[in-house]
Nanobody, 124 residues
Framework: QVQLVESGGGLVQAGGSLRLSCAAS????????MAWFRQAPGKERDFVAV????????YYADSVKGRFTISRDNAKNTLYLQMNSLKPEDTAVYYC?????????????????WGQGTQVTVSS
C-alpha cells in the first residue's frame, strides 16, 4: 500500500520561501509520476507541479512557474516542492499525490494515492 506523508508547511511572509517534503513508502516508484496539488478554502483542488519519478521530467502550473521547483530524491523516496517568492494567493493546503503512470497528468482524478496535506499560509 502506497503511503504519502507531507511535511514542511507553515506560516511565512509574502516574498519568503518554504520547502515541502513528501515521504513516499509502500513500493518502488519507478514508472510513477508524483505531483503537488493545493486547495484553498472553498475552492477546488488545483494542480501545482508534477515530476516523472524515473526521468525527472517536470511540468508546472502557470501560476507557479519560475517560483516553485519540484524535485525528488530517489534514494530517499522523497518528493520536494521548493517554493520561493511566495504570495498570499499561494495560501492553501498542499497535497502530495502519486499515479502508477509516468505521464505528467494535471487533474486530481488521474491520481490514485494522496497524502493528508500540509497547510501553507502566506501573510501579506
Amino acid at each position: 500500500q502506497v503511503q504519502l506523508v507531507e511535511s514542511g508547511g507553515g506560516l511565512v511572509q509574502a516574498g519568503g520561501s518554504l520547502r515541502l517534503s513528501c515521504a513516499a513508502s509502500g513500493r518502488t516508484f519507478s514508472g510513477y509520476a508524483m505531483a503537488w496539488f493545493r486547495q484553498a478554502p472553498g475552492k477546488e483542488r488545483d494542480f501545482v507541479a508534477v515530476i516523472s519519478w524515473t526521468r525527472g521530467t517536470t511540468y508546472y502550473a502557470d501560476s507557479v512557474k519560475g517560483r516553485f521547483t519540484i524535485s525528488r530524491d530517489n534514494a530517499k523516496n522523497t518528493l520536494y516542492l521548493q517554493m520561493n517568492s511566495l504570495k498570499p494567493e499561494d495560501t492553501a493546503v498542499y497535497y502530495c499525490a502519486a499515479r502508477e503512470n509516468s505521464g505528467l497528468a494535471s487533474y486530481p482524478r488521474d491520481y490514485s494515492y494522496w497524502g493528508q496535506g500540509t497547510q501553507v499560509t502566506v501573510s501579506s
